[in-house]
Nanobody
Framework: QVQLVESGGGLVQPGGSLRLSCAAS????????MGWYRQAPGKQRELVAS????????NYADSVKGRFTISRDNAKNTLYLQMNSLKPEDTAVYYC?????????WGQGTQVTVSS
């Protein structure tokens, strides 16, 4: 079992920045990839960014390219999402996930609200 706990969400003005964190614990050996998803009210959950354990390749949604950066600190077992130039349309609950073998684990989510 893998436990994921997100933090760092909050209210920010348009153009501002936030950094989300996702702390992984439990049986974390063998996690192949981790990522961030988001879900806005009335919309489906969508991929924001992901990264692989081996090679560290990254993938971003077109809507966040150039503004968001995903990173991982393996020593701290923590995944990050640096979000810059935030827009109102980035408002959503942000979820961290981890892929281990054939199982996908999810965190409980953290709310990000971009509003003036």
């Amino acid at each position: 079992q893998v436990q994921l706990v997100e933090s760092g969400g909050g209210l920010v003005q348009p153009g501002g920045s936030l950094r989300l964190s996702c702390a992984a614990s439990g049986s974390i050996f063998g996690i192949a990839a981790m990522g961030w998803y988001r879900q806005a009210p009335g919309k489906q959950r969508e991929l924001v960014a992901s990264t692989t354990t081996i090679g560290g390749s990254t993938n971003y949604a077109d809507s966040v390219k150039g503004r968001f950066t995903i990173s991982r600190d393996n020593a701290k077992n923590t995944l990050y999402l640096q979000m810059n130039s935030l827009k109102p349309e980035d408002t959503a609950v942000y979820y961290c996930n981890a892929l281990q073998k054939d199982r996908l684990y999810w965190g409980q989510g953290t709310q990000v609200t971009v509003s003036s």
